[in-house]
């Protein structure tokens, strides 16, 4: 009996060693800027993903809904809204979900990443962590920054500079860049026409435009300044705002540096432009909303109503333009010529607008609110956790992340399913 349990003993130990010396191999180094293989230190554990998930009724695949960032979704909701249902992400969901080709993808304050699909049903599960490099285990990456949906990938990037690429159907590591320029807070965004991506450097502002193929650099511009904000893309132009006090744009397919579009006074910008065609819109320190023309640098109108800081990307309709203020507010413009038509009183810190049809979505702490976009009456408010996300709004559904660690969709209310709104 003997000599049968200690040649077991013996196997046992040896696949123990064999299993600690895997869990703390060495970490392929990377020099900055030059994309790595798929790391084994982000652990993925997919619970059967589906092939074929169920339809989301149309994609958010990036902050602010699109490589423009205009706010804008093509969806209709009714004046009440219900939860459908509610996933434990198991850490705080402080940025905006992504929805793409069926599923939900949401990120935590402590480095893991899920995807969803349409009815609730957890697909998968990764942790994304950093070399145990003396520590007694590998540590956690912070996710500060939403992230954005790319062909059969979700790209994230985190405060300790790296730019990950994941497998939208499993959440298999793809690739990882490490960027020189350190943090990453501005979401990453994508223009699908030039098939690139493009993601800027906080500390100094730097703008890089990367191949989602691989995660090679395909050209990198000098820092501007600090910027915190997402950049807004189109086959024209790049654009995004600093701590300079304006506007920058860029030629997307070649980085070449086109115009810097100064705002006078406290022109700071922390959010994301929102832009159609030559057109954009930003919002500045100052308590100001900036109207100008990408292809001249003109500024064509400045509203200055609020009275703090409009930090949030500004949602763009027809014929208005919608902002939120550090002072609580939520405003109305009119597109063409800048002036305030209504503004709401949120009683609590807004996030960037949604606009859905004649709809507004606006988060609020942790309220969700829904407001008529011709005139500012709040339709339907629900308090959903102490803070939540700006949400991701399809056909399908809205979906927004939590503090208490959850991600949550929500649809119409039973009873108002049958009378929507215009979209």
């Given at each position: 009996?003997?000599?049968?349990?200690?040649?077991?003993?013996?196997?046992?130990?040896?696949?123990?060693?064999?299993?600690?010396?895997?869990?703390?191999?060495?970490?392929?180094?990377?020099?900055?800027?030059?994309?790595?293989?798929?790391s084994?230190?982000?652990?993925?554990t997919p619970?059967?993903p589906?092939t074929?998930?169920?339809?989301?009724g149309?994609?958010?695949?990036?902050?602010?809904?699109?490589?423009?960032?205009?706010?804008?979704?093509?969806?209709?909701?009714?004046?009440?809204?219900?939860?459908k249902?509610?996933?434990?992400?198991?850490?705080?969901?402080?940025?905006?979900?992504?929805?793409?080709?069926?599923?939900?993808?949401?990120?935590?304050?402590?480095?893991?990443?899920?995807?969803?699909?349409?009815?609730g049903?957890?697909?998968w599960?990764?942790?994304?962590r950093l070399?145990?490099?003396?520590?007694?285990e590998?540590l956690?990456?912070?996710?500060?920054?939403?992230?954005?949906?790319?062909?059969?990938?979700?790209?994230?990037?985190?405060?300790?500079?790296?730019?990950?690429?994941?497998?939208?159907?499993?959440?298999?590591?793809?690739?990882?860049?490490?960027?020189s320029?350190?943090?990453?807070r501005g979401?990453?965004?994508?223009?699908?026409?030039?098939d690139?991506?493009?993601?800027?450097?906080?500390?100094?502002?730097?703008?890089l435009?990367?191949n989602?193929?691989?995660?090679a650099v395909v050209?990198?511009v000098?820092g501007?300044?600090?910027?915190d904000?997402?950049p807004?893309v189109?086959?024209?132009?790049?654009?995004?705002g600093?701590?300079?006090?304006?506007?920058?744009v860029?030629?997307?397919?070649?980085?070449?540096?086109?115009?810097?579009?100064?705002?006078e006074?406290?022109?700071q910008?922390?959010?994301?432009?929102?832009?159609?065609?030559?057109?954009?819109w930003?919002?500045?320190?100052?308590?100001?909303?900036v109207?100008a023309n990408l292809e001249?640098?003109e500024?064509?109108?400045?509203?200055?109503?609020?009275?703090?800081?409009?930090?949030?990307?500004p949602?763009?309709?027809?014929?208005?333009?919608?902002?939120v203020?550090?002072?609580?507010?939520?405003y109305?413009l009119?597109?063409?010529?800048g002036t305030l038509?209504?503004?709401h009183?949120?009683?609590g810190?807004p996030l960037?607008?949604?606009?859905a049809?004649?709809?507004?979505l606006?988060?609020?702490d942790g309220?969700?609110?829904?407001v008529?976009?011709?005139d500012?009456?709040?339709l339907?408010?629900?308090?959903l956790?102490?803070e939540?996300?700006?949400p991701?709004?399809?056909?399908?559904?809205?979906y927004?992340?939590?503090e208490d660690?959850a991600?949550?969709?929500?649809?119409?209310?039973?009873?108002?399913?049958?009378t929507?709104n215009?979209?």
């Amino acid at each position: 009996m003997r000599r049968v349990v200690i040649p077991i003993l013996l196997l046992v130990a040896a696949v123990t060693v064999a299993a600690a010396l895997w869990t703390l191999r060495p970490y392929p180094a990377a020099d900055p800027e030059e994309a790595a293989p798929a790391s084994p230190s982000t652990a993925s554990t997919p619970s059967t993903p589906s092939t074929d998930p169920a339809d989301t009724g149309g994609d958010w695949p990036g902050y602010h809904g699109g490589p423009e960032l205009r706010g804008a979704a093509d969806a209709a909701f009714p004046d009440a809204l219900a939860v459908k249902w509610r996933v434990k992400a198991g850490a705080p969901v402080r940025q905006t979900p992504v929805v793409k080709d069926g599923r939900i993808f949401a990120v935590t304050a402590r480095g893991d990443v899920l995807a969803v699909a349409a009815d609730g049903t957890e697909l998968w599960r990764a942790e994304l962590r950093l070399p145990a490099e003396g520590n007694p285990e590998p540590l956690h990456m912070r996710i500060e920054a939403p992230p954005v949906a790319v062909k059969d990938l979700l790209v994230v990037g985190t405060d300790e500079g790296i730019l990950l690429a994941l497998d939208a159907a499993t959440g298999a590591e793809r690739w990882r860049l490490p960027l020189s320029g350190g943090v990453i807070r501005g979401a990453p965004n994508y223009l699908p026409t030039l098939d690139r991506l493009f993601v800027i450097e906080q500390s100094a502002g730097a703008l890089l435009c990367v191949n989602p193929a691989d995660g090679a650099v395909v050209w990198r511009v000098e820092g501007v300044d600090r910027s915190d904000a997402a950049p807004s893309v189109s086959e024209q132009f790049v654009v995004y705002g600093s701590c300079a006090g304006a506007l920058h744009v860029f030629s997307p397919e070649k980085g070449e540096k086109l115009r810097d579009i100064k705002i006078e006074g406290d022109g700071q910008v922390a959010g994301g432009a929102a832009m159609e065609g030559p057109l954009v819109w930003a919002g500045a320190r100052g308590g100001m909303v900036v109207h100008a023309n990408l292809e001249t640098g003109e500024i064509l109108w400045v509203n200055e109503d609020m009275e703090s800081e409009v930090f949030g990307t500004p949602a763009v309709a027809a014929d208005r333009v919608v902002a939120v203020s550090n002072d609580g507010f939520l405003y109305a413009l009119d597109r063409a010529a800048g002036t305030l038509l209504w503004k709401h009183d949120t009683l609590g810190f807004p996030l960037s607008p949604v606009i859905a049809g004649d709809r507004v979505l606006c988060a609020a702490d942790g309220t969700l609110l829904l407001v008529a976009l011709a005139d500012g009456k709040v339709l339907w408010s629900q308090e959903l956790s102490d803070e939540i996300t700006s949400p991701a709004v399809t056909r399908g559904g809205i979906y927004l992340g939590t503090e208490d660690g959850a991600l949550v969709a929500l649809g119409p209310a039973p009873a108002a399913e049958g009378t929507v709104n215009a979209p």
